[in-house]
């Protein structure tokens, strides 16, 4: 069975919510932080945290914000079917040419996958500045990761590898999307990154030989 939320138009209602809901609070930075996207992204991540069972409404139950700081993500809820959701709240602002923001460890993502019940949710938040304290949403992704195209995806060379949105002025959703085919080009994502990474090993660990010869020849005048 398939989550009812993400294989019907339900996300997209629910999509329409978040920027409703954050533009009737356009005030919640201050004008000292208006211009932060930290802060920004910080305040919003904390108003919707706090608000999103209420923004959710039938479509999920037991919303959490509790999470340890290296959890997977912000918010978490079940549904009535039991699946389990967490969410990672992200926010780009639109003037800003570009935005590389990391997802999750590749292998996080493939334990938390193993369980068919399980969605790891993307939550971009999309805003512009109109005023000395005030913020407008132009557009809320809310979608589960394998709805994502693996255009506008890369993976960093972090631990095990890190997912990230290549360029967040360029999101790519591919709605009603194959966990099982996006897991099997995740898969061949990282059969291609693995081997450019040991080539790239290989060159520093050649470079450092160099430079170990060229202290051992030196007199150590330290001493």
């Known amino acids: 069975m398939k989550s009812k939320l993400f294989y019907s138009e339900a996300f997209i209602e629910i999509e329409k919510r978040i920027v409703k809901f954050l533009n009737s609070h356009p005030d919640l930075l201050s004008k000292d932080t208006v211009e932060s996207p930290r802060a920004a992204g910080d305040a919003i991540e904390n108003i919707l945290s706090d608000n999103f069972e209420a923004i959710i409404g039938k479509y999920g139950a037991n919303c959490s914000s509790d999470f340890a700081r290296r959890a997977m993500a912000d918010i978490a809820f079940e549904d009535s079917d039991k699946f389990y959701y967490v969410v990672d709240v992200k926010t780009h602002r639109t003037t800003t040419s570009f935005n590389m923001p990391n997802i999750t460890s590749v292998e996080r ?41 693996w255009e506008c995806l890369t993976i960093g060379a972090l631990g095990w590898g890190q997912i990230q949105i290549a360029n967040s002025n360029n999101i790519v959703v591919k709605a009603g999307n194959s966990r099982k085919e996006w897991m099997l080009e995740f898969c061949d994502t990282l059969a291609a990154f693995y081997p450019r990474e040991i080539e790239k090993i290989a060159k520093r660990v050649e470079y450092f030989e160099k430079v170990r010869m060229l202290w051992e020849k030196k007199t150590d005048v330290w001493k």
């Open 109 to 149: 993502l493939a334990r938390f996958y193993e369980d068919d019940k399980n969605y790891f949710v993307i939550l971009m938040v999309e805003y512009s500045v109109v005023s000395a304290s005030g913020i407008k949403v132009t557009k809320a992704h809310f979608v589960p990761i394998e709805f994502l195209a």
